[in-house]
């Protein structure tokens, strides 16, 4: 099972853009990179997830590095209800291990 | 459509009770899992299930059993409460593209 490294917590001025990047140097072919985020002690949301190609949906933006060993979630423009913990996780679908791993997460805090 | 829901929400037991967490489901995934997040720390997997009848251990399995007889229905069994088990334990399903959907949380006190 791959695992992910990310660095434990992070700030971001309300309105400007938030990077929060993920190391998966032990990816494997078939794994997708899930972005999740938990906010308070509420159950985490599925934000976003991509296996090879830069993914954007409503909410953010997945950039995956050429050899996909790292990742950056995008936050185009936070604000203060984006101040969670944000989950980088990894896992194949539809086939293959559904064991999925989540770490510690970076805590981002949004600043007025 | 409810989505993943948990029963109780809170829970208090004393060390040595058993007690079934129970997690329903009405979007039809076949996967299913539990995790549980101790204060300040991130989610480990305890349980997950492919389907009715097929289940496997996740990175934390001791003192919790599961069993999965339905596509809906993924209950949770602490088999003699401890508190290390004091914890707040996510049920989650995974949609075909690999979405997973979380319940609302069980928050257990073992004293």
């Known amino acids: 099972d791959a695992k992910t490294t990310q660095p434990p917590s992070m700030d971001c001025a309300e309105g400007r853009a938030a990077n929060l990047p993920c190391n998966h140097s032990?990816?494997?072919?078939?794994?997708?990179v899930y972005w999740y985020r938990q906010i308070h002690s509420q159950g985490p949301q599925y934000i976003i997830h991509?296996?090879?190609n830069n993914e954007t949906n409503e909410m953010a933006s997945l950039i995956i590095t050429e050899d996909r060993k790292s990742s950056t979630l995008i936050l185009p423009h936070a604000t203060l209800r984006d101040t969670a913990v944000y989950y980088c996780?990894?896992?194949?679908?539809?086939?293959?291990?559904?064991?999925?791993?989540f770490g510690t997460g970076t805590r981002l805090k949004v600043l007025a | 459509n409810a989505g993943v829901t948990q029963t109780p929400k809170f829970q208090v037991l004393k060390t040595g009770q058993s007690m079934t967490l129970q997690c329903a489901q009405d979007?039809?995934?076949?996967?299913m899992s539990w995790y549980r997040q101790d204060p300040g720390m991130g989610l480990r997997l305890i349980h997950y299930?492919?389907?009715?009848?097929?289940?496997d251990q996740g990175e934390v399995p001791n003192g919790y059993n599961v069993s999965r007889s339905t596509t809906e229905d993924f209950p949770l069994r602490l088999l003699s409460a401890a508190p290390s088990q004091t914890s707040v334990y996510f049920c989650?399903?995974?949609?075909?593209?690999?979405?997973?959907?979380f319940g609302p949380g069980t928050r257990l006190t073992v004293t």
């Open positions: 996780i990894v896992g194949a679908r539809p086939s293959g291990t559904y064991k999925y791993i």
């Open positions: 032990t990816i494997s072919g078939n794994e997708y």
């Open positions: 991509g296996l090879k």
């Open positions: 979007m039809n995934h076949e996967y």
């Open positions: 299930s492919v389907g009715a009848g097929i289940t």
């Open positions: 989650a399903t995974l949609s075909d593209i690999g979405e997973q959907y």
